[in-house]
């Protein structure tokens, strides 16, 4: 299917083609046609599937069909909210991409940095504001924003913004929008909270669950490797240097472990940069900025960059630790195989985690494979091998495997017929000796 069987107008098709996108994704194709008529939408599915997309051109499509009085301030008419300031600024650019000869304008308002640039900007008139909670609450007990006259709601990656504990802020923002009007909210999972949220906020939404675990498995090779715990940062030192990778996304569990990580490769004479909630917006926006460009080979990062860290062709992602809820690891993982591209996902895991390991395989639907790193294998598993090779091991596995071995019924009868046969030959031959003797 193509984008001109949903739809769109000739301007969005126009600008989408500009920017590279040929055919919808399974999402775009069922939500953007349900959001064009003016209906709610409740959608689940994995990162990487165009959530974006999905509900941003039908939405610049509705807003920008209605006459903008020229002198009048403009209100606030969508509202879109998204769990961190990364993701805020990477929606904000690409509203801006899809609306660029549309004449709405757009802002973008989260924490981490000074509100009077953004109070300036709230102050001209907005058509479409996209919000962290905490910063919009902000903004609104200062009287910067007024959501009265808002004709749509956005929930971006409601999942995550209720996990992050956001769940009054977000119940306090409802209560300031009008009841008329279309919600939207796109998810990666069906959570508890994520329910209660949408029988709360929608009205008869079109529902959509893409499930897209087989082309995530297809597109991404995972690998998994056992090892000690205390030389982790040894062998993703030796992995990215010796293979030469130039882009490398690494995840941890803390932001203690991203700061020690850092220090180990950039020690180890990898450029590396970290990223972590502690970090200021400065540095965080110039980490994700040089990651890019290639000006680092590696960043180092906490889940804080599992969701709304988009690039296209990122090859390598490490999990340094399995993340604590399982859950996040598919999100993790997501960052490289996009956009069509393929990508290597490695994890290295100890002992310690081999129960997320477990909580992680339930929700993929099948096993990982793992592996050892030829020179890097557990103490323990050393040992194990150690003593496969004696001649006292050999003998006992042999009597272990015939142990084991089932019983054939079938061969064990046949032998047993064998030797009664055998057995019945042999004391007729005695016989007809016995008898030749007694003759003679």
């Known amino acids: 299917m193509s984008f001109k069987k949903l739809g769109l107008t000739p301007v969005l098709l126009e600008t989408i083609q500009k920017i590279g996108y040929t055919e919808p994704t399974s999402v775009q194709t069922q939500a953007i046609p349900a959001v064009l008529e003016g209906k709610d939408?409740?959608?689940?599915?994995?990162?990487?599937?165009?959530?974006?997309?999905?509900?941003?051109?039908?939405?610049?499509?509705?807003?920008?069909?209605?006459?903008?009085?020229?002198?009048?301030?403009?209100?606030i008419r969508a509202l879109i909210l998204v769990p961190t300031r990364e993701l805020a600024s990477q929606v904000g650019k690409s509203i801006e991409a899809y609306g660029q000869d549309i004449s709405l304008k757009i802002c973008t308002v989260?924490?981490?940095?000074?509100?009077?640039?953004?109070?300036?900007?709230?102050?001209?008139?907005?058509?479409?504001?996209?919000?962290?909670?905490?910063?919009?609450?902000?903004?609104?007990?200062?009287?910067?924003?007024?959501?009265s006259k808002v004709e749509m709601v956005v929930?971006?990656?409601?999942?995550?913004?209720?996990?992050?504990?956001?769940?009054?802020?977000?119940?306090?923002?409802?209560?300031l929008v009008p009841k008329k009007r279309q919600t939207l909210l796109f998810s990666v999972g069906l959570t508890k909270?994520?329910?209660?949220?949408?029988?709360?906020?929608?009205?008869?939404?079109?529902?959509?669950?893409?499930?897209?675990?087989?082309?995530?498995?297809?597109?991404?090779?995972?690998?998994?490797?056992?090892?000690?715990?205390?030389?982790?940062?040894?062998?993703?030192s030796f992995m990215i240097g010796s293979q030469n990778w130039h882009q490398v996304l690494v995840f941890t569990k803390t932001k203690q472990s991203a700061d020690e990580v850092g220090e180990y490769l950039e020690q180890s004479g990898l450029k590396t940069l970290v990223l972590h909630?502690?970090?200021?917006?400065?540095?965080?926006?110039?980490?994700?900025k040089h990651f890019k460009d290639g000006s680092i080979r590696v960043l180092v990062a906490t889940d804080i960059a599992s969701r709304g860290l988009?690039?296209?062709?990122?090859?390598?992602?490490?999990?340094?630790?399995?993340?604590?809820?399982?859950e996040d690891y598919v999100h993790r993982v997501g960052r490289t195989g996009r956009a069509g591209n393929t990508?290597?996902?490695?994890?290295?895991?100890?002992?310690?985690?081999?129960?997320?390991?477990?909580?992680?395989?339930?929700?993929?639907?099948?096993?990982?494979?793992?592996?050892?790193?030829?020179?890097?294998?557990?103490?323990?598993?050393?040992?194990?091998?150690?003593?496969?090779?004696?001649?006292?091991?050999?003998?006992?596995?042999?009597?272990?495997?015939?142990?084991?071995?089932?019983a054939n019924l079938k061969s064990v009868q046949k032998r047993k017929e064998y030797q009664e046969r055998k057995d019945q030959k042999e004391k007729f031959m005695k016989n007809v000796q016995k008898e030749k003797r007694g003759k003679k």
């Not at 909630?277 to 994700?288: C, E, I, V």
């Open 41 to 75: 939408v409740m959608a689940t599915a994995q990162t990487g599937t165009g959530k974006t997309a999905a509900y941003a051109l039908p939405i610049l499509q509705l807003l920008g069909k209605k006459e903008i009085k020229e002198g009048v301030k403009r209100p």
């Open 110 to 147: 989260y924490g981490g940095v000074k509100f009077t640039p953004q109070v300036k900007k709230l102050e001209s008139g907005v058509d479409i504001l996209i919000a962290t909670p905490g910063r919009l609450l902000e903004h609104i007990k200062q009287e910067n924003v007024n959501l």
């Open 155 to 175: 929930f971006d990656e409601a999942d995550r913004i209720l996990d992050m504990g956001f769940w009054d802020e977000v119940e306090n923002l409802l209560s």
């Open 193 to 236: 909270s994520v329910k209660r949220l949408s029988e709360i906020s929608l009205s008869k939404p079109k529902k959509i669950n893409i499930n897209n675990q087989g082309d995530f498995a297809q597109k991404v090779t995972q690998m998994i490797y056992v090892l000690d715990k205390n030389r982790k940062c040894e062998l993703l």
């Open 277 to 288: 909630g502690d970090k200021a917006h400065s540095q965080r926006t110039k980490a994700l």
């Open 310 to 326: 988009d690039i296209e062709e990122l090859p390598h992602v490490i999990n340094y630790e399995l993340p604590g809820d399982a």
């Open 343 to 406: 990508g290597t996902a490695i994890s290295l895991v100890c002992k310690e985690e081999k129960s997320v390991l477990k909580d992680i395989e339930k929700i993929l639907g099948y096993a990982l494979k793992v592996e050892f790193y030829e020179g890097f294998e557990t103490k323990e598993w050393i040992q194990k091998e150690a003593k496969k090779h004696t001649i006292k091991a050999k003998i006992e596995r042999s009597k272990e495997k015939k142990a084991k071995k089932p």
